[in-house]
């Protein structure tokens, strides 16, 4: 099962949907009006997208096979943005950290 479908009647083009997903299927402005689209040989089923949507308007089609090839392919990409956005999570982290000990210092100086 692959998620492939978003009603678009009801979509509020909010975007949530395509940040969060891990192998970037999820396009904007893809068909030349503004609305989300889900490239249906991208998707590698991890449903993240479906509960973040605010309006419920994203579905899966249980009939949907990805090749095998686009699959791994897919998952590939997912393991890739995963990384990265660990990445940023750990360079966020040391920029607060370096951040918090230079306050300390100077907080302890002033004292």
Known sequence: MAVVAIDLAGCINCGWCRRVCPT???KYFATGH???????????DCGICMPICPVDVIRAVPDYVVAPEKLAAAKAKAKT?????????????????RTLAKLAARSAAHA
């Open 24 to 26: 970037e299927t999820i």
């Open 34 to 44: 503004r609305t989300h689209v889900v490239d249906p040989d991208g998707c590698i």
């Open 81 to 97: 943005f995963a990384a990265k956005q660990r990445q940023m999570k750990l360079e966020r982290d040391a920029v607060v950290q």
